[in-house]
């Protein structure tokens, strides 16, 4: 079935250093690719998304490409700051009939140091 | 934006007795809500899927008695838990997606309910 799997966390890394998270997928046809993000306490946010093969999603300085090839949807920022400490979780939703269903990694938590 | 909201935002109730959970979307229709549940440190859970004017279809392994959801406008979907117990304690989150959107696919989700059961 649809899966996603994102690495473990937490991730800490210091302010202004270079952040990727990865994440890869399983799915048959052609989903569409998301990361959200939660900060604590507080429900998902949509950062971005690639809705087909070779798209890239930007948002606020974080950038993913959708590779087909790979399965993979790798989340990158060049400079990362204290306020993007939170939990990024990536998700699928799958082509076809269960479009509306969303599959999500396991979430990998971002701690930014000063 | 699309606008989900979710009542309340924390609850705190005493075993055996019922909570009821309402998501609403604000600013567009959603004839599709879903709901979710996140453990602690955890990723999210699909429980359900809600369609309006119809009955709820349920994940496996959860317990449709337990965790009751009624769709009855195309802005409002409630989930109940029923006869709660501690381990039912956990973070509701529920989602919608935006018709308007046409394919777009993108589900707002909104702030979540974090229910604790004493």
């Known amino acids: 079935g649809d899966s996603v799997t994102q690495m473990e966390g937490p991730v800490t890394l210091s302010e202004e250093a270079f952040l990727t998270i990865n994440c890869t997928y399983t799915?048959?046809?052609?989903?569409?690719l998301f990361w959200y993000v939660q900060y604590p306490g507080e429900g998902l946010q949509l950062l971005l998304k690639a809705t087909k093969a070779d798209d890239k999603g930007s948002n606020k300085g974080f950038e993913a490409t959708y590779r087909k090839e790979t399965t993979s949807f790798h989340l990158e920022k060049g400079s990362v700051q204290v306020s993007d400490s939170a939990v990024y979780f990536c998700?699928?939703?799958?082509?076809?009939?269960?479009?509306?269903?969303?599959?999500f990694g396991s979430g990998t938590k971002l701690n930014v140091k000063p | 934006g699309a606008v989900v909201s979710q009542h309340p935002s924390w609850v705190i109730c005493k075993s055996g007795t019922s909570v009821k959970i309402e998501c609403r979307s604000l600013d567009f229709q959603a004839t599709t809500m879903f709901w979710y549940r996140q453990f602690p440190k955890q990723s999210l859970m699909l429980m359900a899927t809600?369609?309006?004017?119809?009955?709820?279809?349920?994940e496996q392994g959860v317990e449709k008695d337990k965790f009751l959801i009624n769709h009855a406008s195309l802005t409002l979907s409630t989930l109940t838990v029923t006869s709660a117990h501690p381990e039912d304690s956990s973070f509701y989150i529920c989602?919608?997606?935006?018709?308007?959107?046409?394919?777009?696919?993108?589900?707002?989700f909104g702030p979540g309910t974090r229910l604790t059961v004493t």
């Open positions: 809600s369609n309006e004017g119809s009955k709820a279809t349920y």
């Open positions: 989602s919608a997606r935006d018709q308007r959107q046409g394919g777009s696919y993108e589900q707002y």
């Open positions: 799915a048959t046809g052609y989903p569409s």
């Open positions: 998700a699928l939703s799958p082509s076809g009939d269960n479009f509306n269903k969303f599959y």
